[in-house]
C-alpha cells in the first residue's frame, strides 16, 4: 500500500509568485484534503476534492486554488504570494464520506521572502 | 529542523509513566474526534478516534476518553517510551454540511530518559 506522497518537500518563493504543490493519495483512497499549518498552530482546512470537484472550502481566499485528476492525485496552487503563506502545506487523503480518518503526506515547506 | 511547535503548552513525563494529554474541542455538535501525532519534519500520523456515541476507547498503549457534557477529549498513553515524543493534535469535524476537521493547537509531549 503507497501511502500519501507530495513534492516538493522544500520550495522558497518570493512575494507575488506563484506555486504549485502536488499530492498523490493513498492507494484506494478517492478524496484528497489540503490543510496549512502555520508555525506553532494545527492544522487549517483550505478545500477538499472529491471526485475531480471541490467538495468543500476553508477561509482562505480565491488565490488558493486546486485540482484533482481522474488518478486522485492533487495539486495546490496559490497565486500572488504573500509574506503569510509561509506555513507547512499538507496533503491528506481519505476514503469519501464525512466521518473518514485523514492519512496525512509529509508536507511541503513553503518560505515566502 | 523544527517544523512544528516552538511555542506549544508542553507536558515533559518520565520514561515509562503514563501520559495524558487534555484537549477542549469547540462544537457540541462535532461527533467524530480524531487523535494526531506529528514528528518534526512529518506530517500528522493517526492513533486513534472516537465517535460521539462511545465515552472511551482503548488502542495499543492508547486510550481516548470524551466527556460531551464539558466538550473534552483526553489521550491516555501507558508507559510511555522515547519515541512517543512528539506533538499531538485533537481534531473534531466540523457541522454537518462541510468536510473539514478542526484541529486543536496541540500539546509537545516530551519524554525524559
Known amino acids: 500500500e503507497t501511502g500519501v506522497t507530495q513534492s516538493p518537500t522544500h520550495l522558497i518563493k518570493t512575494r507575488g509568485q506563484q506555486v504549485t504543490l502536488r499530492c498523490s493519495s493513498q492507494?484506494?483512497?478517492?478524496?484528497v484534503s489540503w490543510y496549512q499549518q502555520a508555525l506553532g498552530q494545527g492544522p487549517q482546512f483550505i478545500f477538499q476534492y472529491y471526485r475531480e470537484e471541490e467538495n468543500g472550502r476553508g477561509n482562505f481566499p480565491p488565490r488558493f486554488s486546486g485540482l484533482q485528476f481522474p488518478n486522485y492525485s492533487s495539486e495546490l496552487n496559490v497565486n500572488a504570494l504573500e509574506l503569510d503563506d509561509s506555513a507547512l502545506y499538507l496533503c491528506?487523503?481519505?476514503?469519501?464520506?464525512?466521518?473518514?480518518?485523514?492519512?496525512f503526506g509529509s508536507g511541503t515547506q513553503l518560505s515566502v521572502l | 529542523g523544527e517544523s512544528v511547535g516552538l511555542h506549544l503548552p508542553t507536558l515533559s513525563v518520565q520514561e515509562g509513566d503514563n501520559s495524558i494529554i487534555n484537549c477542549a474541542y469547540s462544537?457540541?455538535?462535532?461527533?467524530?474526534f480524531i487523535w494526531y501525532k506529528q514528528e518534526s519534519g512529518k506530517g500528522p500520523q493517526f492513533i486513534i478516534d472516537i465517535r460521539s456515541n462511545m465515552d472511551k476507547r482503548q488502542g495499543q498503549r492508547v486510550t481516548v476518553l470524551l466527556n460531551k457534557t464539558v466538550k473534552h477529549l483526553s489521550l491516555q498513553i501507558a508507559a510511555t517510551q522515547p519515541g512517543d515524543s512528539a506533538v499531538y493534535f485533537c481534531?473534531?469535524?466540523?457541522?454537518?454540511?462541510?468536510?473539514?476537521?478542526?484541529f486543536g493547537t496541540g500539546t509537545r509531549l516530551k519524554v525524559l530518559a
Open positions: 481534531a473534531e469535524n466540523a457541522p454537518s454540511g462541510t468536510y473539514k476537521y478542526i
Open positions: 491528506a487523503s481519505s476514503l469519501g464520506g464525512r466521518n473518514e480518518k485523514l492519512f
Open positions: 462544537n457540541s455538535a462535532s461527533d467524530y
Open positions: 492507494s484506494g483512497h478517492n478524496t
